[in-house]
Structures are given as structure tokens and as C-alpha cells.
């Protein structure tokens, strides 16, 4: 196991880099992206100005205070808890997000399923996984809102946070076809039948 620091974006190579148990730190830059977000650039076409090449996004739909544009928020908006959602239903974009947009990385909680692994092997990606509830943390890892496109969907715009040492992240699933979550079902599917087995009811 391996701790990686990711000055996005990030190419294929470093990516693939990435194995299942190391964690990752990310710097500078991380785009916010969510189920809305997604339906309106895949399924109904919309294209985005934000250029998410060999980027990371997070599965989110921020809490955030609307302010006058200036230096210091010059999308007009401030973060006040952004956390991260369950990214399990948005599984049948992940292959479109990094074919069309070059995305490279996923963060999320929950984990994803196997259409998400092959893109990941065909493409050279990984899924980072937070722990939930960390929202309070997380924010404090985001320095500012540096843009936002699609805003009519808000709060599940597309954002563009500036970001310092976010994380450490855990790599939960990876470009060779390994993930911590199915583990993690198998040893529980596993138990269970020795469970059933046990008291007689596997039969």
C-alpha cells in the first residue's frame, strides 16, 4: 500500500498507478457532479464549458451561501458543507463521464459496480472512497468555489472547487479489476452460507 499526492489533473499512467488499499491525497482542483448534473449532459445533451480532462469529481450537491462576485468567491458563491452522496445511481454514466469529458477520478461513498470497474479498466480510472458523515472535514478541505456551470440545476450544478490536501482518500476500486466493495459483499455472502449452513437452514 502506497499514499499518492495528485496535483490534478492526472494522466492515464498516474492513475492507473493507483491499487486498492493506497490512499490519495488530492490538490488544486476537484469538480462537484451529481445525478441531475449528469442526466442533463448524457441524456439530454447539454455540454459543459468546464474543461474536466484528467480530473477528479465528487459525488455532491453542495450546501453553499450565495455572495457578491469578488476575488475571494468569483463563481458568487461560498462553500458552507459540502458533502459527498451515495454513488451507486449514477453507476451508468461513469463510462460516458470519462470517454467525453476525460474525467479520471470518482469520489464518493458506497462504492460503484462492474460497468464502473471495466470503464476504469478500458480507461484508466479509480474510485476514492470517503468516509460518510465527513462533510464537516470535507469542507474545510475546499478553499473556494471557482465556478459553476449548469446553475439552473442547483444545488447539483457542476462546480469547480479550489481544493488544498484533500483527503487522505481511499482507493476502493481500480484500473486492474480490483475493488474493496466487492470484497467485501463476497466475504458477506460467504459468512452468510456458513451462517444457513450452521443451523441447517443452507439446504
Same mark, same amino acid.
Given at each position: 500500500?502506497?499514499?499518492? /499526492? #495528485?496535483?490534478?489533473?492526472? $494522466?492515464a499512467d498516474q492513475a492507473r498507478a493507483l491499487?486498492? *488499499?493506497?490512499?490519495?491525497? #488530492?490538490?488544486?482542483?476537484?469538480?462537484?457532479? +451529481?445525478?441531475?448534473?449528469?442526466?442533463?449532459?448524457? $441524456?439530454?445533451? +447539454?455540454?459543459?464549458?468546464?474543461?474536466? %480532462? *484528467? !480530473?477528479?469529481?465528487?459525488?455532491?450537491?453542495?450546501? /453553499? !451561501?450565495? &455572495?457578491? %462576485?469578488?476575488?475571494?468567491?468569483?463563481?458568487?458563491?461560498?462553500? =458552507?458543507?459540502i458533502g459527498t452522496t451515495t454513488s451507486m445511481r449514477m453507476e451508468r454514466f461513469t463510462r460516458q463521464l470519462m470517454e467525453r469529458e476525460g474525467v479520471r477520478l470518482i469520489v464518493g461513498k458506497g462504492g460503484m459496480g462492474p460497468a464502473t470497474l471495466d470503464a476504469f479498466r478500458d480507461l484508466g480510472g479509480a474510485y476514492l472512497a470517503i468516509v460518510g458523515g465527513a462533510a464537516a472535514l470535507e469542507t474545510t478541505w475546499i478553499e473556494q468555489i471557482e465556478d459553476v456551470d449548469m446553475d439552473d440545476l442547483h444545488p447539483e450544478s457542476l462546480w469547480k472547487f479550489?481544493?488544498? $490536501?484533500?483527503?487522505?482518500?481511499? &482507493? *476502493?476500486?481500480?484500473?486492474?479489476?480490483?475493488?474493496? =466493495?466487492?470484497? &467485501?459483499?463476497? $466475504? /458477506?455472502?460467504?459468512?452468510?452460507?456458513? &451462517?444457513?449452513?450452521?443451523? *441447517?437452514?443452507?439446504?
Open positions: 500500500m502506497a499514499h499518492h /499526492v #495528485l496535483d490534478m489533473p492526472i $494522466d491499487r486498492i *488499499g493506497d490512499t490519495v491525497t #488530492l490538490r488544486r482542483t476537484l469538480f462537484g457532479i +451529481r445525478d441531475a448534473t449528469l442526466i442533463h449532459m448524457f $441524456d439530454r445533451g +447539454r455540454a459543459t464549458r468546464l474543461d474536466l %480532462k *484528467g !480530473h477528479a469529481v465528487i459525488h455532491t450537491a453542495p450546501n /453553499v !451561501h450565495r &455572495v457578491e %462576485k469578488s476575488p475571494a468567491a468569483p463563481a458568487g458563491y461560498t462553500p =458552507f458543507c479550489r481544493i488544498r $490536501d484533500f483527503g487522505p482518500l481511499l &482507493v *476502493g476500486m481500480d484500473s486492474h479489476g480490483g475493488s474493496l =466493495f466487492a470484497q &467485501v459483499q463476497a $466475504d /458477506v455472502a460467504a459468512r452468510r452460507d456458513a &451462517v444457513l449452513a450452521s443451523i *441447517g437452514a443452507g439446504e
